[in-house]
């Protein structure tokens, strides 16, 4: 499914503004472009809209959960100056 996401201005008594959304069939990818499209050019002319969002989670995208766990020895590092040092080692060690 994708769904657009845009916010309303307060109108007169509200205090937050009024959230709205138009889902869209995973293969109807240029209609909720076009849609988001329109919805900015109504902000641009004047009306009283923003947050303009586009949100998919198709169903051939999103894998089981796991699928992108790393293996139980892996680290992250930032910046290795050396890959020849050793992980792990103490700030003060050469």
């Known amino acids: 499914m994708i769904v657009v ?8 008594g509200q205090e937050a503004p009024r ?3 138009a ?6 990818l240029s209609d909720a472009l ?4 329109e919805l900015r050019a109504r902000r641009r002319a004047g009306e009283a809209i ?3 969002a586009i949100q998919s989670e198709l169903p051939q995208a ?10 139980p020895d892996y680290a992250h590092y930032k910046r290795r ?3 020849a040092i050793p992980l792990g080692r ?3 060690e050469k």
């Open 50 to 52: 923003s947050h303009v």
């Open 34 to 37: 076009r849609f988001a499209e």
């Open 19 to 21: 959230a709205a959304h």
């Open 62 to 71: 999103v894998g089981p959960a796991g699928v992108g766990d790393p293996s």
């Open 81 to 83: 100056i050396d890959p």
């Open 5 to 12: 996401y845009w916010l309303h201005a307060p109108e007169a």
């Open 90 to 92: 103490p700030s003060g």
């Open 23 to 28: 889902a869209f069939e995973p293969d109807r």
